[in-house]
Nanobody, 121 residues
Framework: QVQLVESGGGLVQPGGSLRLSCAAS????????MRWYRQAPGKEREFVAS???????YYGDSAKGRFTISRDSAKNTVYLQMNDLKPKDTAVYSC???????????????WGQGTQVTVSS
C-alpha cells in the first residue's frame, strides 16, 4: 500500500553535488521519521541522516558539514542535499520512512529500493 521512490542519484565528479529525493505515496495517515542510509559493496549499512516530524535533524559523522536533510511534509518527500562529494561517498543510498497508515494503527517502517551514487573522476 505504501511506496517509496528514490531519485537523484548518478555519476558525479569529486567536489560535485547531488540532491536525492524520496517520495512516499499511498494511504498514509502520518509520517513520523524519514532517514537516509547508504551501503557500499561489502560494507555494513551506514546511517547518513534523519529528520523527525518536528524537524529535528541528526547526521552521521560522514555526513556532517557536507550533507543536509530536509522534508516537504505536504508532498511526503524527504531530500538529501549532498555537497563536496568524495569517492568515499560512493554507495547505494536508501530511504527509510516510519509512518502510520491509520491513526489507531502502529508505526511501521518502509524502505525504498535505493539509488546509486557514484563519485569518480
Amino acid at each position: 500500500q505504501v511506496q517509496l521512490v528514490e531519485s537523484g542519484g548518478g555519476l558525479v565528479q569529486p567536489g560535485g553535488s547531488l540532491r536525492l529525493s524520496c517520495a512516499a505515496s499511498g494511504s498514509i495517515f502520518s509520517i513520523r521519521t524519514m532517514r537516509w542510509y547508504r551501503q557500499a559493496p561489502g560494507k555494513e549499512r551506514e546511517f547518513v541522516a534523519s529528520i523527525f516530524q518536528d524537524s529535528r535533524r541528526y547526521y552521521g559523522d560522514s555526513a556532517k558539514g557536507r550533507f543536509t536533510i530536509s522534508r516537504d511534509s505536504a508532498k511526503n518527500t524527504v531530500y538529501l542535499q549532498m555537497n563536496d562529494l568524495k569517492p568515499k561517498d560512493t554507495a547505494v543510498y536508501s530511504c527509510n520512512v516510519e509512518l502510520q497508515l491509520v491513526f489507531t494503527g502502529p508505526t511501521n517502517s518502509y524502505w525504498g529500493q535505493g539509488t546509486q551514487v557514484t563519485v569518480s573522476s
